[in-house]
């Protein structure tokens, strides 16, 4: 019982975080974008970033960015709890061995 505790512990604590990951990132991205576009050479630039990052997350989103930055983070997440599962496992059987 010990162990699947800690498969879950392990589980909970991966999924959150890489959930959160890209949530930081996009965001991050695109707060330092917004404070770009108040500097006056740096406005063009920053409006096409802007407009590429929104058109991206829309791509994933199929029509609203929230809806694809929502997505990429689910699915990241999913990613994690497999590649996590999986080295648990392994983990299991090499210690057996």
């Known amino acids: 019982m010990g162990i699947f505790l800690n498969l879950l512990r392990s ?4 999924s959150i975080l890489s959930f959160l990951a890209p949530l930081l990132f996009i965001g991050t991205i695109l707060s330092s974008l917004l404070v770009f576009k108040h500097i006056p050479h740096l406005e063009s630039i920053s409006q ?3 407009s590429q990052l ?3 997350l829309t791509v994933f989103g199929t029509g609203s960015a929230v809806r694809g930055l929502l997505i990429i983070s689910g699915v990241s997440s999913v990613v994690s709890i497999l590649f996590d599962t999986y080295t648990f496992y392994r983990y ?6």
């Open 48 to 50: 096409m970033g802007l």
């Open 11 to 14: 589980l909970l604590i991966t």
């Open 54 to 56: 929104l058109n991206f």
């Open 92 to 97: 299991q059987i090499l210690r057996d061995s």
